[in-house]
């Protein structure tokens, strides 16, 4: 049981490229999540999904797209970087409504 | 609109000491759940507990535990004597549902040997 996984570990942008952070989850849980950590803000959450083919905006949505064709995966895709995106990006998965959210390892992006 | 404050953005500690982190939520639901979540230096979110709002049971996990108190809208975590392993920055959470999870901004801890 892998847990939640997510990739890559790290990365470094342009500013204007695009890319795609992964996340795969192997618990079968409904529910995945998306959040950014900055100093000092705590958690973000960018984008959440209650099932395959649902998603919806967190608080921080601009500048980043999802979408879930399956219950395992949800990506997070940075459309056109800008440097304010240089975050730790963290996925997550729970099982229903209110219940425990565990999280990937993380995804370091530095946006130059 | 849900909210978390988690007031004390650092503490130090000497080890041994007990230490007790703040959490205060503003919440309009009946129904809701709070989390805490320890982050170490090495960076994962490591889960600790979840509360429901119907119970107001506190709970002892070994060196921890957690004071749940709905008349004051407070969710607080204490650690008994601490130990440097118990460093880290612990986040406060909140969720009325539908996974829209609002976190606090974290307290870093430090265990001074």
């Known amino acids: 049981n892998a847990g939640v996984t997510q990739t890559p570990k790290f990365q470094v942008l342009k500013t204007g490229q695009s890319m795609t952070l992964q996340c795969a989850q192997d618990m079968n849980h409904e529910y995945m999540s998306w959040y950014r950590q900055d100093p000092g803000m705590g958690l973000r959450l960018i984008h959440y999904?209650?099932?395959?083919?649902?998603?919806d905006q967190g608080e921080v949505p601009n500048g980043y797209n999802v979408s879930r064709s399956t219950t395992e995966d949800f990506p997070l895709r940075l459309l056109s970087a800008a440097p304010s995106q240089t975050s730790v990006y963290f996925c997550?998965?729970?099982?229903?409504?209110?219940?425990?959210?565990?999280f990937g390892p993380g995804t370091r992006l530095t946006v130059l | 609109a849900q909210k978390v404050t988690q007031a004390q953005t650092e503490i130090s500690v000497v080890e041994k000491e007990d230490v007790t982190l703040d959490c205060v939520y503003e919440?309009?639901?009946?129904?809701?759940?709070l989390f805490w979540y320890k982050q170490p230096p090495s960076g994962e979110l490591v889960f600790l507990i979840r509360?429901?709002?119907?119970?107001?049971q506190n709970e002892i996990s070994g060196r921890y535990s957690w004071n749940f108190q709905k008349s004051t809208s407070s969710f607080n975590f204490t650690i008994t004597a601490s130990q440097v392993v118990d460093s880290a920055v612990y986040f406060c959470a909140l969720s009325e549902g539908y996974q829209k999870v609002t976190f606090g901004i974290g307290t870093k801890l430090q265990v001074i040997p």
């Open positions: 999904s209650v099932g395959a083919g649902i998603t």
């Open positions: 919440t309009r639901d009946t129904t809701y759940y």
């Open positions: 509360r429901n709002s119907f119970d107001e």
């Open positions: 997550a998965s729970s099982s229903g409504v209110g219940g425990t959210q565990y």
